[in-house]
């Protein structure tokens, strides 16, 4: 499996050849993981998604033009988990926070021993059959099947008794996919901290059932207690409303989480654009080298396209700084930029910063907001089944029909 190159038109070409089977071929066999060198029942847009190359609107309305919800529900469910999550963290963004410190905090606390253990699991040492398999498939591609994810967390967590956030660490530094949202709060449901009291445990026969019996672990925890934690998650805090588009000379800014500006709302007379040339770093520990190229391929996809489409000048900016943001609009004398929303995530702290530091010299930073977020994230409040229910009503909304429409 390869994801090179880290453009919209790869992504839109996956999504093509894909399409004919997300209905019920999809829903039947997704959950079995062949193995990196067979093709997968599953779409592996996911790299594309994450740095919306391509939308889920994108996604879901090629899908239903080929199949009825009711064939393809399974797959345009699985894409709204996307959406169902970061609504969800939006609303409570110190869930990331707290993960970013407790994945400090474990690995000062670790010790030689957990070191040692820690080591031998990231590099496919630790022994468990599959599990070092996954750590290897992950470094060496950047991708994980869905369920190879599920059995990896459990095993991290409940049999070899690591630190949850230092395997979600992990997760992030070398997925493709590498999701503030879904990484951490799917770690965290595996580990019976979202789901409260409800965890995750990956089992032998399911292991062999699923890789059809090309792993079958031994010496698997058979229990799986819910961790706990000092804090209660907090309440949903209100979503942001959406500002009004800014007027005058405006400078559109890309950052990794939104490279579709084919697709953005409100974004007439631009001026300018620029992105960073790189993503920022995913975690403390970096961002592996492969991710980083994409994030670095994507951005300057996204600008290119940006640059075509509002016939403007295009500049990679050295980082997402208040004097960096600041010289380039001054160079194209910007009244106001505007900018995909980032959702919680390395490139949003960057962005709020900067825009409090520029907001008293007058250069305003307005965030855009698609129709597809403002809809559905004030729904994630509780679980994913409420929201789920609510998913027809949130196609309707959008005009998306089944078969064509
Ligand atoms: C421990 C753990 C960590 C994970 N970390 C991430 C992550 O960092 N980034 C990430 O995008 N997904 C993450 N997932 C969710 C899921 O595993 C991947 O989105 C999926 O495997 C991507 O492969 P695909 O594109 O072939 O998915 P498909 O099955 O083809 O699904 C289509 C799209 O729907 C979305 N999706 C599917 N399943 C899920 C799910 N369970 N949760 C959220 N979105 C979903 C993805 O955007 C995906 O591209 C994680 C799951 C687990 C259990």
Redesign the pocket.
């Known amino acids: 499996m390869t994801f090179a190159p880290a453009t919209r038109a790869a992504g839109l070409a996956r999504l093509d050849e894909f399409a004919p089977l997300a209905g019920r071929r999809y829903a039947a066999d ?1 959950n079995h993981d062949r193995g990196p060198h067979e093709q ?1 029942a ?5 790299p594309y ?2 740095h919306r190359l391509v939308t889920e609107e994108e996604v879901v309305r090629h899908v239903l033009a080929t199949h009825s919800l009711q064939a393809a529900d399974k ?1 345009v469910q ?2 709204y ?2 959406t169902y ?1 970061k609504g969800w963290l939006e609303q409570r963004p110190s869930v990331f926070t707290r993960y970013e410190h407790g994945a400090l905090a474990a690995r000062e606390s670790l010790g030689e021993e957990g070191e040692a253990l820690l080591a031998a699991a990231v590099e496919g040492r630790a022994g468990i059959e599959g599990f070092d398999d996954w750590a290897r498939e992950l470094v060496d591609t950047g991708y994980l ?2 369920h190879a ?2 059995w990896f ?1 459990s095993i991290w967590i409940f049999t070899l008794r690591l630190p949850w956030q230092l395997g979600a660490e992990f ?2 530094r070398h ?1 493709l ?3 503030p949202a ?2 951490t709060l ?2 965290r449901w ?1 580990a019976g901290l979202q789901t409260r009291g409800k965890t995750y445990l990956a089992t032998a026969d399911n292991i062999a059932r699923y890789t059809e019996g090309r792993f079958r672990p031994r010496g698997l925890a058979t229990v799986a207690p819910a961790l706990e934690e000092d804090e209660p998650v907090p309440t949903p805090a209100p979503l942001a409303p959406a500002a009004a588009a800014p007027l005058g000379r405006l400078g559109l800014l890309l950052h990794d989480d939104d490279l579709a500006p084919e697709t953005l709302p409100g974004v007439e007379r631009i001026a300018a654009v620029a992105a960073p040339a790189r993503g920022r770093e995913r975690t403390a520990q970096g961002t592996a080298a492969m991710v980083a190229d994409f994030q670095r391929d994507a951005l300057a996809d996204g600008l290119d396209r940006a640059s075509s489409i509002h016939a403007a000048p295009a500049e990679s900016l050295d980082d997402l700084t208040a004097p960096a943001i600041a010289a380039w609009a001054a160079r194209h004398e910007l009244d106001a930029i505007v900018m995909p929303l980032a959702p919680v995530g390395a490139a949003r702290t960057a962005l709020d910063r900067a825009a409090a530091e520029l907001a008293p010299e007058g250069l305003p930073l307005v965030p855009l907001h698609r129709e597809w977020d403002a809809r559905a994230w004030p729904h994630a409040t509780r679980g994913f089944f409420p929201f789920r229910e609510r998913i027809p009503q949130l196609l309707r909304a959008q005009g998306i029909g089944a078969h064509g429409s």
């Open positions: 997704r997968p599953v779409s592996q847009l996911s998604l994450r797959f699985e894409v988990w996307r999550w099947h869905n994810r599920m967390a997760f992030l997925l996919d590498g999701d879904s990484n799917s770690w595996v």
